[in-house]
């Protein structure tokens, strides 16, 4: 998979929670805004550079079991709870809210996520993207993060600034928590994808989202995000889209 550069028509595609596709297992509630799965919807395989944004929420004690990966960047943002990752890189962390992870799969890694409490369930956003090269080595990395102070960077690979980096020179993930009534702007970028973890928001020229709506942006950057209630929001950046 590579990136492209065409002409692009400017659009704001609302994508509303309720019309999200849902995975529900006895220890898993799982929420796909692109296809995943057993959900396959040619026409939502992705929007710029990302795959993957799934919403899940873990029962305690029970999690995904040991399975592969291969030339993927993986993030992972916990909004209440606590996962356990392991890998057969020998890599082991517990993940909680305020702190960013991405696993690079590269040319394959084994991992778990586990649910670490026995009484709570672990709500989580898990959110991939595809690699600027297949087979780089797989990693792992995880570190704290202050979302307060406007936009901040989680993860990407076109600076130094962010949390974690990824293997994609075209993608950055940028976070904010608002209280109502604050502001954020969102970047400038061929694609966007805002998506809201938490709260409810008004997004300039586009109206209200509520949590777990999203907004695919292409050809259009700039509009200004206001809380209506405590909120979180997650917005990938991206100066590229998947190849044909």
Do not use: C
Not at 20 to 45: E, M
Not at 213 to 220: E, H, M, N, V, Y
């Amino acid at each position: 998979m590579g990136a492209r550069t065409r002409a692009l028509s400017q659009l704001v595609d609302i994508r509303r929670a309720g019309d999200r596709a849902v995975t529900t297992t006895p220890w898993l509630d799982s929420k796909h805004s692109f296809s995943f799965g057993d959900y396959y919807d040619p026409a939502n395989t992705h929007h710029g550079l990302l795959l993957v944004n799934n919403d899940d929420v873990v029962a305690p004690a029970t999690g995904f079991d040991t399975h592969p990966h291969r030339d993927m960047e993986i993030v992972t943002w916990v909004l209440s709870g606590s996962l356990a990752h392991r890998d057969s890189a020998g890599n082991f962390g517990v993940i909680h809210p305020g702190l960013a992870q991405r696993m690079s799969a590269g040319t394959g890694i084994m991992h778990s996520e586990k649910n670490e409490s026995a009484n709570e369930p672990v709500h989580f956003i898990q959110m991939w993207v595809v690699p600027d090269e297949a087979g780089v080595t797989p990693g792992y990395q995880q570190r704290e993060i202050d979302l307060t102070g406007g936009l901040v960077t989680i993860a990407s690979g076109r600076s130094d600034d962010a949390a974690v980096t990824i293997h994609n020179r075209h993608a950055a993930l940028h976070g904010a928590r608002l209280n109502p009534g604050e502001v954020v702007g969102l970047p400038q970028a061929p694609y966007l994808h805002l998506f809201v973890a938490r709260g409810g928001v008004t997004l300039e020229g586009a109206g209200e989202l509520a949590e777990g709506d999203a907004a695919r942006l292409t050809a259009t950057g700039g509009q200004r995000v206001t809380a209506a209630a405590p909120s979180e929001v997650l917005v990938w950046e991206m100066h590229a889209a998947l190849a044909a």
